[in-house]
Nanobody, 127 residues
Framework: HVQLVESGGGSVQAGGSMTLSCAES??????????TGWFRQAPGKEREWVAT???????HYADSVNGRFIISGDNARHTLYLQMNNLKPEDTATYYC????????????????????WGQGTQVTVS
């Protein structure tokens, strides 16, 4: 039973930084996901992708965060990170980590894919 657990959310002033973590457990067969990443959902808005990293450590970023956010993974610790710099009020949202056994293009496009594993979300508030 795969579990993804986010941590590191909270409140920060505009211009500040914050790092989110996502710990994965239960992927007992040892096979890695083809794509992992972060999504976010603000009140009244649809969930949107923020950043992805594939099994070759190739990264992609949404235009809104490119140059400010950095996604990385620690395979030994089964942990995914999102370093967020120069935060803006419009970054306020619930952030979710996700993993799926498909390429990152489809991972980003098919947000509601039933094969996606999701964390419970962590709130980030920028004021």
């Amino acid at each position: 039973h795969v579990q993804l657990v986010e941590s590191g959310g909270g409140s920060v002033q505009a211009g500040g930084s914050m790092t989110l973590s996502c710990a994965e457990s239960g992927n007992g067969d040892g096979s890695g996901y083809r794509c992992t990443g972060w999504f976010r959902q603000a009140p009244g808005k649809e969930r949107e992708w923020v950043a992805t990293i594939d099994s070759d450590t190739k990264t992609h970023y949404a235009d809104s965060v490119n140059g400010r956010f950095i996604i990385s993974g620690d395979n030994a610790r089964h942990t995914l990170y999102l370093q967020m710099n120069n935060l803006k009020p419009e970054d306020t949202a619930t952030y979710y980590c996700a993993a799926e056994g498909r390429d990152c293009l489809l991972f980003r496009l098919l947000v509601s894919s039933p094969s996606k594993h999701w964390g419970q979300g962590t709130q980030v508030t920028v004021s």
